[in-house]
């Protein structure tokens, strides 16, 4: 048997080591508490539940669904960007459900990449950017997201030949892993920038509704000619809290996303139709879950970022995304110190370098476990002096 060689060019998992000390402190019965996925711990509204049961008996959504998704749900989505971004799209050519938005971040690669070709990708960045790419047989490109800049990439360093080989830049607001957000100045000058270099931007937008202190998060969709040179994706995972259900949507340029559709319709057979169902039941049903969950992400965030900061892990208070990126001491490596958080006080985070290297020096914790385990949590980084160690 020969595997083929491009899955020689993914980077090594490099969790596998984090994963296996949890799994060994489990074992001599510790009680270690993960911080470290970004899957959110409340239920899905029960509303939306009911629907998906309902449709589930139905024998016509037993069979296959067309991978264009129901036109029901099409221009659901399209009447949900309009009440929530004042966007408008064409729900016949400018909106696709996807299976989950992970899977259209990584199909989407297969629509621009030829071999040896590059794509713009934020470092540190949700993985699938730079691993479609790698997959497709293309070469990301890091733009580096530094603090300084807000964690906003710097479109001016991007030498501007590697500009002109790019065939896609991604980017992502609010952003996982740094929580940082972007407005609408950023998303034109990334339009203006991708007409200057003739490529396509892929914006990834599904922490939008996770917000905090008031905070509204634009859509890339609101801005003008944003719908020339790119689409974005979304995703019901994080919002409805739909993780496991898996649906998103891209939305946005009808080349870009026929694209998408024709790689898709030969590859998968769409989202099941119970689960469309269920998915314009969410988006039209309603949405008062969204700001009491949005309180609890809130609470547990002051609490946590408020406890790094006094132990002297400088965090930012992020007002969006479920996830606290916070610097660590120069002195340590972000794995050699996520390792120390698990052995000293059994505390799983994510290192930085999973993100990309930009991601070295930080560490992510995520919100989305039970009050009670963060208060815990919160409570054993308190009393840990590390720096005596
Ligand atoms: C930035 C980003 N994009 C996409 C996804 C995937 O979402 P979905 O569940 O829709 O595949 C995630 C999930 O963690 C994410 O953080």
Same mark, same amino acid.
């Not at 470290?36 to 711990?41: K, L």
């Not at 024998?59 to 037993?62: C, D, E, F, T, V």
């Given at each position: 048997m020969k595997l083929a060689r491009r899955l020689d060019r993914l980077p090594p998992y490099l969790f596998v080591e984090v994963n296996r000390r949890i799994a060994e402190l489990r074992a001599k019965g510790k009680d270690v508490i993960d911080f /470290?996925? =970004? @899957?959110? @711990?409340l239920p899905t509204p029960s509303h939306i539940i009911e629907r998906l049961c309902r449709a589930a008996h139905d !024998?016509? +959504? *037993?069979r296959y669904p067309e991978t264009d998704g129901l036109p029901e749900l099409r221009r659901t989505i399209a009447e949900w960007y309009k009440k929530r971004f004042g966007a408008t799209l064409n729900p016949a050519k400018e909106v696709l459900p996807l299976v989950g938005s992970k899977e259209g971040i990584g199909h989407m690669a297969l629509c621009f990449i030829e071999p040896g070709d590059l794509a713009l990708v934020p470092d540190p960045g949700y993985p699938p950017f730079s691993l479609g790419t790698i997959l497709a047989g293309g070469e990301p490109y890091s733009m580096p997201l530094k603090e300084e800049n807000d964690f906003l990439p710097d479109f001016e360093a991007i030498p501007g030949d590697i500009a002109d080989r790019a065939r896609l830049m991604w980017l992502n607001y609010p +952003? +996982? !892993?740094? =929580?940082a957000i972007a407005d609408l100045g950023f998303f034109e000058k990334a339009v203006h920038f991708a007409r200057r270099h003739s490529l396509a931007i892929c914006h990834d937008a599904p922490y939008t509704e996770v917000t905090f202190d008031g905070y509204r998060a634009p859509s890339f969709m609101q801005t003008p000619g944003a719908k020339d040179v790119g689409v974005e994706f979304h995703s019901l995972s994080k919002t409805y809290h739909m993780t496991g259900w898996r649906i998103g949507m891209v939305v946005g340029n009808t080349d870009m996303v026929n694209a998408l559709s024709r790689v898709k319709s030969n590859l998968d057979s769409g989202v099941p139709q119970a689960i469309q169902y269920a998915a314009v039941e969410a988006l039209r /049903?309603?949405?008062? *879950?969204i700001a009491k969950h949005n309180v609890v992400f809130q609470r547990r965030r002051d609490k946590l970022v408020t406890v790094l900061n006094e132990v002297g892990l400088k965090a930012r208070m992020p007002k969006a995304t479920f996830y606290v990126w916070a610097k660590i001491p120069p002195d340590y490596t972000s794995m050699e110190f996520a390792k120390k958080l698990l052995d000293e006080v059994a505390i799983a985070v994510t290192p930085g370098t999973g993100y990309g290297k930009e991601g070295e020096g930080y560490i992510r914790f995520s919100l989305t476990i039970s009050d009670d385990r963060l208060e815990e949590g919160v409570n054993r980084l308190s009393s840990w002096h590390w720096r005596r160690r």
């Open positions: /470290g996925i =970004g @899957d959110p @711990d !024998p016509a +959504n *037993h +952003n +996982n !892993p740094t =929580g /049903g309603s949405q008062e *879950h």
